[in-house]
């Protein structure tokens, strides 16, 4: 099992960045697919950006392509997204969430993932 912990949210002004933080305790964080899912109000949570266990193969939605970064660092057991270039419509509860798999694929889905963070709000106002 891993239990999973977000950190580094808060209010931004439009065009401002962020770097969410999510820290794994629990062995074995490599074997896991990282991924970052948000859900706004009265919204379905909605996928992000995901990372495969090495950490060489990202996917993003459209609408945070170009501007989100995620990444990884398995010594230190933390999986990060980076948000630049922020707009009020990125308003949400981000989500970090973990999937244990030998799949070397990006997980995009929420049913891929069996473990979720309590969420952590980001605000930005325009």
């Known amino acids: 099992q891993v239990q999973l912990v977000e950190s580094g949210g808060g209010l931004v002004q439009a065009g401002g960045s962020l770097r969410l933080s999510c820290a794994a305790s629990?062995?074995?964080?490599?074997?896991?697919?990282m991924g970052w899912f948000r859900q706004g109000p009265g919204t379905e949570r909605e996928f992000v950006a995901g990372?495969?266990?090495?950490?060489?193969?990202?996917y993003y939605a459209d609408s945070v392509k170009g501007r989100f970064a995620i990444s990884r660092d398995n010594a230190k057991n933390t999986v990060f997204l980076q948000m630049n270039s922020l707009k009020p419509e990125d308003t949400a509860v981000y989500y970090c969430?973990?999937?244990?798999?030998?799949?070397?694929?990006?997980?995009?889905?929420?049913?891929?993932?069996?473990?979720w963070g309590q969420g952590i709000q980001v605000t930005v106002s325009s």
């Open positions: 629990g062995r074995s964080f490599s074997s896991y697919r």
């Open positions: 990372i495969n266990r090495s950490g060489g193969r990202t």
């Open positions: 969430a973990a999937d244990w798999s030998v799949n070397s694929a990006v997980a995009a889905r929420p049913g891929e993932y069996g473990y």
